[in-house]
């Protein structure tokens, strides 16, 4: 038998060829899915793991406990508990909330200690030593006017005991985005001081008792890539037994986890869709080969019977002459498919060989070979039923029976099971599979109408004596199985076309997203002491506004705030179409001549109408540093006087932000003072009523805050929020009123450096603040400031669909501070030049880190949807492969007969030319036939499939989506795959000489 079978397979070794080919397709598209799907994931997480902010990154395991005196005893034991739970090495804290003595407003402010501080910030003084030393950050200093030396006095309540403490350096944040900082409970919250960092022998103090024990890890990416990390049941186990000891712990890489988890659900799930369509496309094309190669063997089955051979002798020959080439290919397509998901997917945990005793994917992809083998094996097997049933001379006969009615009724069947799959697929994680499904119905219902058709229009073509096209249409009416080619061919380029659209629309949604998120075509990350120093720096750097834009993002506010210099806006970042229309963002006033002061001292002339002493807070802004002084001015006794106090780095200029009436404080000053009420001793709580009407400078002499200043109403507002001091500017005087009831007032007075309202961008919903009052935000650490919505968009750059824009010149003018919570950017045009960065160096800026659009669109590209795209787009190759050499076999099995046929016509006068041309035009014309509908197909499928699916994996769309199936590109894949199918016709058909007689 085997000598049969390898007889047959030489005597046809072009089918058997054809054959060989669509099963290496088969098995390598089986064997790529696993190698890819497990490749990808590997990818595709750590790209997340790269691109997650360092607060993903890390775990903290907090506890609040008492020092007992001495921490650094109660640490070690703490971190030794940890350490017994939680294998690994980690970072020791302590923290604990108190309340800044002597400020204004008595701030809470967090006191820490952590392990190896000073080696991540830059430092302005030196590192804490001893109990009651503190490193103040330099924000805080400048709100506070702070230097080291200085004293401040800390209490945990507001009439406990005080805790003094010695500034005796400044700090910034070496690096703000590093693991290191990744914990919040050593960052600021929003709107609040930052930490106090002192040395750990200041918690033995007993008014720092009850403090939180931290204890923080970074996870390594493994704990994400890797199947069973800690980020996983390691994790939770973990969590289960730190609190049976009373700590908690805090695992924001959760959020991490859910987006890995999301990328590998997609990929899975786009593996899995292209591997099953691209298999049952080619165990279609077998069987379609199988019944086409058919007609050979009936006459070696009609010889094996009239021998004497059983039906299993019978079988054992047909399927064996399509078994041996399908079994040889088994070992190609699996090297084929792991090199396959390699290049697609990449290295993948497990790559190595068996034998090494890490299987990895190498099982699943081997029993997807194996399984594409047996199916394949089956719809072969299926093929040679009916030749094992049909007797000799049915067997014997040249023209076999139609079956017509048969294969209508598979077609329905097929069409109703399609149509029931892609209803049942709709809303799983295989709905990529929706449009092959739609496609089948589409190409199975055209072959069957084109079938009808070219029966039709061969009979009129030859009743009208167009030889040529009438002999071609009933070739093509008559030829078995040439509309299930043609459906193959349709289902094979639709989904080529949908692929190709898909893929293609990933580049634009990425490109769309990274647009957004960024805001400009180039982002820096940069480190300026505040809004100020940056806006200076930035024009400094770039004077003619067309390369660089100062921005600063809020994230953590509410809303979330982008702060953006309009001004320069057009030139730097183009406008993109979801960002609504282009609003004018710049308030009337910004940018106008404000008190200026140069001196070295201010003097206050002013009139005390109330019954106590007064104090005058004047905060200046240093214009080109951003720096904030704070002066108290007095006290001034009742009645008109003056009072004068020195002003240090002013040289450059300052402006005058707002002005503090400080109300009469009690005889104990170190205490809060009480709120009014009706048992509240008078000598506790006064009224202050303070007219001013002058300010001036001395060294040089000149006027700061002159008579037609001070008495313009127009130059002068209150907080937006809360109750406010009374203030009457008029006559030429400025009046402030502060009343005698509670102690927590919003008690200054700002001048208005830019109009109000500030008009600013909304995207996503009102915030409910804004609903029960009017809108204002808090900017910059200057109060609320009245906001007026100018425009709506569906989505704005950085914050997405929920945030507000505003112009950063006017934010900064309007909450002067001296600092901001939020992240220091510059935004560079595409045009921008190479030395630009040098130049934002030399004015003081320190690039913490940079960003551009093509960067972050490759991120983008390695994650799950994106990766999923390449992969169906790969599988959707290897299905039109799979119709190419179908259509392969499909000529080499007709050749002999239509041979026949056609010399049978030439004997009976047909001319040459016209028979050779009749004897490829039936097979050309299904493969053209194929094309336009798939293209059809392709169409359809777009329709009834509804919207595409999301291009990333926690859902995101563009507020505009890109076309799924674009014109161009359709109509160009569509061309590409006939001629793909063109060679491969022409080749298959080259030099028959159909006609030729002997």
């Keep these: 038998m085997l000598g049969l079978v390898l007889s047959a397979l030489r005597a046809r070794a072009a089918q058997a060829w054809a054959v060989f080919v669509l099963a290496v397709l088969l098995v390598t598209a089986a064997a790529a899915g696993p190698w890819f799907a497990a490749g990808a994931e590997r990818r595709a997480a750590a790209a997340d793991v790269a691109a997650a902010p360092a607060a993903e990154r890390t775990i903290s395991v907090r506890r609040q406990t008492n020092a007992d005196g001495d921490p650094r005893s109660a640490l070690a034991a703490y971190r030794d508990t940890v350490e017994r739970l939680l294998p690994g090495t980690g970072l020791l804290g302590v923290t604990a909330n108190m309340l800044l003595d002597g400020a204004d407003s008595t701030p809470r402010v967090s006191v820490a200690h952590r392990d190896d501080v000073c080696e991540h910030v830059r430092l302005d003084g030196r590192c804490p030593q001893a109990a009651g030393e503190v490193l103040v950050s330099v924000a805080t200093a400048d709100a506070l006017g702070l230097h080291p030396g200085d004293a401040l006095t800390l209490r945990n309540q507001p009439r406990a005991k005080p805790v003094p403490v010695t500034v005796v350096g400044r700090y910034e944040l070496a690096d703000p985005g590093g693991v290191y900082w990744g914990d919040s409970l050593f960052r600021a919250d929003a709107g609040g001081l930052d930490p106090l960092f002192t040395a750990v022998d200041t918690f033995e103090s007993p008014q720092l008792a009850g403090p939180v024990f931290v204890y923080t890890a970074e996870l390594p990416e493994s704990a994400f890539t890797d199947p069973g990390s800690p980020a996983g049941d390691r994790l939770r186990a973990a969590d289960f037994a730190l609190s049976r000891g009373g700590m908690t712990l805090v695992a924001p890489g959760q959020?991490?986890?859910?987006?890995?988890?999301?990328d590998r659900a997609a990929i899975?799930?786009?593996?899995?869709?292209?591997?099953?369509?691209?298999v049952v496309l080619c165990w279609f094309a077998l069987a379609l080969a199988g019944r086409q190669t058919a007609r050979e063997r009936r006459g070696d089955a009609a010889l094996l019977q009239l021998r004497g051979g059983s039906r299993r002798r019978v079988l054992r020959l047909g399927v064996g002459q399509l078994a041996v080439p399908l079994l040889a290919a088994l070992p190609i397509g699996l090297a084929l498919g792991w090199l396959a998901g390699r290049l697609l997917g990449g290295p993948a945990a497990g790559f190595a060989p068996p034998f090494d005793g890490a299987l990895g994917p190498w099982l699943p992809a081997g029993l997807a070979a194996v399984a594409g083998v047996l199916g394949g094996l089956a719809a072969l097997a299926a093929g040679e039923l009916a030749v094992l049933r049909a007797p000799v001379e049915a067997l014997l006969r040249r023209v076999p029976s139609p079956g017509r009615a048969r294969r209508a009724a598979v077609d329905v069947v097929l069409v109703v099971l399609a149509g029931f799959a892609a209803a049942q697929l709709w809303g799983t994680g295989l709905r990529t599979a929706v449009p092959l499904l739609v496609a089948v119905v589409v190409a199975v219902v055209a072959a069957r109408m084109l079938a009808t058709a070219a029966s039709r229009a061969g009979a009129g073509a030859l009743r009208a004596g167009r030889l040529r096209a009438g002999f071609a249409a009933v070739a093509l009416s008559r030829q078995p199985g040439a509309d299930r080619l043609m459906a193959l061919v349709a289902v094979a380029v639709a989904g080529l076309c949908a692929a190709t659209g898909g893929w293609l629309a990933g580049f634009d949604a990425r490109d769309s997203r990274a647009a957004q998120e960024l805001g400009a075509p180039r982002v820096l990350t940069v480190r300026a002491g505040n809004p100020t120093a940056l806006l200076d720096a930035v024009r400094r750097a770039d004077p003619g506004g067309r390369e660089a834009m100062a921005a600063v993002v809020d994230a953590a506010a509410t809303p979330p705030v982008v702060a953006v210099d309009a001004a320069r806006l057009p030139a730097v970042a183009a406008w993109r179409p979801q960002w609504g229309p282009r609003p004018a963002l710049v308030p009337p006033g910004t940018g106008a001549d404000a008190p200026a002061v140069t001196g070295g001292r201010l003097v206050l002339r002013a009139r005390n109408d109330g019954a106590e002493p007064v104090r005058l807070a004047v905060a200046v802004q240093n214009t080109v540093t951003g720096r904030t002084a704070r002066l108290t001015l007095g006290p001034v006794d009742p009645g008109e006087h003056e009072a004068a106090a020195d002003v240090a780095g002013c040289a450059e200029g300052c402006?005058?932000?707002?002005?503090?009436?400080?109300?009469?404080?009690?005889?104990?000053?170190?205490?809060?003072?009480?709120?009014?009420?009706?048992?509240?001793?008078?000598?506790?709580v006064a009224a202050a009523v303070l007219t001013?009407?002058?300010l001036r400078q001395?060294?040089?002499?000149?006027?700061?805050?002159?008579?037609?200043f001070l008495g313009d109403p127009r130059q002068w507002r209150t907080g937006a929020k809360g109750p406010a001091m009374q203030v009457s500017a008029r006559q030429g005087a400025l009046t402030l009123t502060l009343p005698d009831v509670a102690w927590n007032f919003d008690d200054r007075v700002y001048v208005m450096a830019a109009g109000l309202p500030l008009p600013a961008v909304l995207a996503g919903e009102v915030p409910g603040p804004w609903r029960l009052g009017?809108?204002?935000?808090?900017?910059?650490?200057?109060g609320a400031v009245p906001v007026h919505v100018a425009g709506t968009a569906p989505m704005l750059p950085v914050v997405g669909g929920s945030g507000v824009l505003v112009d950063l010149d006017a934010a900064q003018r309007l909450g002067a501070g001296g600092s901001s919570a939020g992240t220091y950017q510059v935004w560079l045009a595409t045009g921008a030049g190479a030395g630009v960065e040098d130049r934002l160096r030399a004015a003081g800026l320190t690039i913490l880190g940079a960003d551009d659009t093509g960067a972050r669109a490759a991120r983008f590209a390695a994650r799950g949807p994106a990766v999923a795209e390449r992969y169906r787009l790969f599988a959707a190759v290897l299905g039109l492969l799979a119709a190419a050499a179908a259509l392969a076999v499909a000529v080499a099995a007709e050749r002999r007969q239509r041979g026949a046929d056609l010399r049978a016509?030439?004997?009976?006068?047909?001319?040459?030319r016209t028979a050779a041309a009749a004897g490829r035009a039936g097979s050309g014309a299904v493969v053209l036939a194929g094309v336009l509908a798939g293209l059809l197909a392709a169409i359809v499928a777009r329709f009834a499939s509804g919207p595409p699916l999301p291009y990333f994996a926690d859902g995101w769309n563009p507020p505009d989506p890109p076309e799924p199936l674009p014109p161009l590109p359709l109509l160009a894949t569509a061309a590409a795959a006939l001629l793909l199918l063109a060679l491969v016709w022409r080749a298959a058909t080259a030099g028959r000489a159909e006609g030729k007689t002997r």
């Design 255 to 262: 959020q991490l986890v859910d987006r890995i988890a999301a």
């Design 268 to 278: 899975r799930g786009g593996a899995l869709a292209g591997t099953l369509g691209t």
């Design 655 to 684: 402006r005058v932000v707002s002005l503090d009436l400080l109300q009469p404080r009690p005889a104990n000053a170190g205490d809060a003072p009480p709120k009014a009420g009706p048992d509240t001793p008078p000598s506790d």
């Design 692 to 694: 001013i009407t002058e």
């Design 698 to 708: 001395e060294a040089p002499a000149g006027r700061v805050l002159d008579a037609a």
């Design 774 to 782: 009017d809108p204002s935000l808090e900017l910059f650490g200057g």
């Design 905 to 912: 016509l030439r004997v009976q006068g047909l001319a040459a």
